[in-house]
């Protein structure tokens, strides 16, 4: 056997066999290496783009939600000193006026997330400092939407003062003075998140940016006036 193998080897087909073979081995192990790099790159693009997709997402989103934040900051002051009328007013025997509990209406602002899988290729690509704010932008916007609901809610329990409504104990005044309490809070909570998402938006380079035809308030008589502390952009010519 090993005399025929070196029979084979001498008369010179085994080393073109081992060639072919040699030549054969390398071409897959390079299409396999290949085609790893391939897929490996086409992932990488793919993760890229779901990172940019989503990033420019937030920050139209934040520049929308910063300009909500600014109309709280001009409404909380008008909405602070109508709670303290409905709280003096529910510490007394005289009638109230049912358009003092008249709430305005206001948006609730959504931001999507940064994806988990994008996380750290947004902190490799942009650095950790500005992945941070990006995660900021979204917490402070959720905190505000939740603080806004609050306020909502708390708001519809003052219509126990409504006469309307029935006969207003003196246990109706307590129960609306407590809920209005808890409303001033929210209120000066909302101002603080909302200056914290102004702050942190312009470090991305944010700017406030209004949409579905809402502008920001003027002052408090613009918002008594529209009912809302993000007024309706009147159409031109109207």
Request: glycine share 8%.
């Amino acid at each position: 056997m090993f005399h025929a193998i070196r029979h084979w080897w001498i008369e010179g087909r085994g080393r073109l066999t081992a060639r072919v073979f040699l030549f054969e081995f390398v071409v897959v192990v390079l299409g396999v290496l290949v085609a790893q790099w391939v897929a490996d790159w086409t992932k990488e693009r793919a993760d890229l783009a779901l990172l940019e997709q989503s990033k420019s997402r937030l920050e139209d989103q934040g520049s929308s939600a910063m300009a909500n934040a600014e109309a709280w900051l001009v409404a909380i002051p008008c909405l602070d000193r109508q709670v303290s009328d409905i709280m003096r007013a529910a510490g007394s025997d005289r009638p109230l006026d049912p358009g003092i509990l008249e709430r305005p209406g206001f948006r609730i602002p959504i931001v999507g997330p940064i994806p988990a899988e994008s996380e750290l290729l947004l902190i490799d690509r942009y650095g950790s400092q500005r992945a941070q704010l990006y995660d900021s932008i979204k917490v402070r916007v959720d905190h505000i939407a939740n603080l806004s609901n609050r306020v909502a809610e708390q708001w519809m329990g003052l219509s126990i003062l409504d006469s309307s409504f029935g006969t207003v104990r003196d246990g109706d005044r307590v129960n609306a003075r407590a809920l209005a309490s808890q409303i001033r809070s929210q209120l000066r909570s909302i101002q603080i998140a909302s200056a914290g998402l102004l702050d942190e938006g312009g470090q991305l380079g944010l700017e406030p940016k209004d949409i579905d035809r809402r502008r920001r308030p003027r002052n408090c008589a613009d918002i008594r006036e529209s009912g809302t502390i993000m007024p309706y952009v009147a159409a031109k010519g109207g």
